[in-house]
């Protein structure tokens, strides 16, 4: 059973930065991705990164996160700069262990593996 534990999350003031980590249990994943979630609002994609490299980021994201994953034996990270406010969220690592041409990675209904999330708080 796949599993994967983040870490990294905390409280931080507006313009600073936090790198999350997702370790993993196995290695080949079809992509791995960032998820967040406020309360009341639906989880929705941050970044995303395929097998292939690829990287997919949120508009709102952009030029502020970087996801990465070095080799398949190295956890998923997201590095965080200059956060918002609005950037206060659970935030979620996802794994989808089934093969499957490139999709849209930052919809998580292609994800099937979740971790438990790490909580990022952002004061003004």
């Known amino acids: 059973q796949v599993q994967l534990v983040e870490s990294g999350g905390g409280s931080v003031q507006a313009g600073g930065s936090l790198r999350l980590s997702c370790a993993a249990s196995q290695y080949a994943y079809t992509a791995m991705g960032w998820f967040r979630q406020a309360p009341g609002k639906e989880r929705e994609g941050v970044a995303a990164?395929?097998?292939?490299?690829?990287?997919n980021y949120a508009d709102s994201v952009k030029g502020r996160f970087i996801i990465s994953r070095d080799n398949p034996e190295n956890p998923l990270y997201l590095q965080m700069n200059s956060l918002r406010p609005e950037d206060t969220a659970m935030y979620y690592c996802a794994a989808r262990t089934t093969w499957a041409r490139r999709r849209d990675w930052l919809s998580r209904f292609e994800y099937n593996a979740w971790g438990q999330g790490t909580q990022v708080t952002v004061s003004s």
């Open positions: 990164i395929g097998s292939d490299g690829s990287r």
